[in-house]
Each structure stands twice: as structure tokens, then as C-alpha cells.
């Protein structure tokens, strides 16, 4: 990714979270993301780390129409993924789509037990909330405009408790610098 595109991602998320009443910490930890793919209109996500706790964290993202969070799942980490403004699809899967077959999939929705057949689509609309067990594949994507994106979850570990589908998937982007930036990301080096 250019650094001139993440400084203006980076520039959409806040003013689209000011938009809606979203207020940051002092110095939030960035994190912008193409998933290593290079084309982030079609895989990307920026990310604010609110809390990494060794117990918990929670992330507040942005991502326009279109930006797609590629399938994968987590051994480990259970997650609340939440709308937090706009509408945010998540496609699910009892295990890697290719084998997963109509095998139902185990979520709470908005609090309340769901079973639902693997490789089926839930909108979440503002307000509404998803809860995803490790070893469930999920893969999201706004289809308004523009979504805020909340994460509550066990501990986090995007080092070695992601499993993405695709292997080209890398969880940092190569960073061209082709203008200065506006924000530290957590994957600059020091």
C-alpha cells in the first residue's frame, strides 16, 4: 500500500467516527491492512486497538463498501464482532469453506442461540452483535457505504492465531513511502 492511501484511510476512519460519535483514546494504536494482497478496495481494514490485554481486547474498525476482511478463524480467540454504524455482512463456515458442506454453525445473535447452515450470510444493521467461537471461519464486508466495525474479544494474537483461507494472506501490508505519515501504525518499525 502507498502511504498516501493509508494517511487517507486513516483520515476517512476519523472523520467517519467523529461522524457518528466515536471518540478515540489519546494516541490510538493504528493498524491499516490490505491482508498483504495489494488491493485494499477489495481486502482491507483499518483497525484502532483500544485494549490488548492478556486477557481481553477490543478494536474499533473502519471499512468502506466493498473492503472485504478475507475468510479465517481463530484457534483460540472468541469474538463479539458488532455494527457499530452501517451494515456488515459476515459469511460463516463450520470449517474451511471448500469442506464444510451445510454443516450447521453455532453463533449468538444479538445474545440469542443460532444455528445456521455453514456458508450462510448474517447482516449485522447498527446495534447488532455476533458472537463467533474459535474454529468458525468468517469472512466480512461492508454493504453500506461506509461501517464502524466493534471487536470484543479474549486475548488477541494476529501472529499465531490466525488461520486465513487463502495463503497469500499476509496480516501487515508492504508499505511504499510515497508521502509522510499522518499516524504511527503498529507494524512500523520503531
Known amino acids: 500500500m502507498k502511504r498516501s492511501e493509508i494517511n487517507q484511510l ?3 476512519a476519523t472523520a467517519y467516527f467523529q461522524h457518528c460519535g466515536w471518540f478515540l483514546p489519546p ?5 491499516v491492512t490490505d491482508f498483504g494482497l495489494g488491493d485494499w478496495q477489495t481486502f482491507g481494514l483499518v483497525l484502532v486497538n483500544l485494549a490488548d490485554q492478556p486477557e481481553y481486547c477490543e478494536k474499533l ?3 468502506k463498501v466493498g473492503m472485504a476482511t478475507p475468510a479465517h478463524c481463530h484457534a483460540k480467540k472468541k469474538e463479539d464482532i458488532i455494527s457499530r454504524c452501517g451494515v456488515l455482512r459476515i459469511q460463516l463456515w463450520a470449517d474451511v469453506p471448500a469442506r464444510s458442506g451445510d454443516q450447521p454453525v453455532s453463533i449468538l ?3 440469542e442461540p443460532q444455528s445456521i447452515p455453514s456458508g450462510s450470510f448474517v447482516d449485522l444493521h447498527s446495534g447488532w452483535r455476533i458472537t463467533i467461537h474459535p474454529g468458525t471461519y468468517h469472512e466480512f464486508v461492508p454493504v453500506s457505504e461506509e461501517c464502524i466495525i466493534g471487536e470484543v474479544s479474549t486475548a488477541n494474537d494476529d501472529v499465531n492465531d490466525n488461520f486465513f483461507v487463502n495463503p497469500r494472506v499476509g496480516r501487515y501490508p508492504h508499505v511504499e513511502e510515497d508521502a509522510i505519515p499522518i ?3 503498529i507494524s512500523d518499525s520503531e
Open 10 to 12: 486513516v483520515s476517512d
Open 27 to 31: 494516541k490510538p494504536h493504528w493498524d
Open 61 to 63: 474498525m473502519y471499512a
Open 109 to 111: 445473535l444479538n445474545g
Open 183 to 185: 499516524v504511527k501504525l
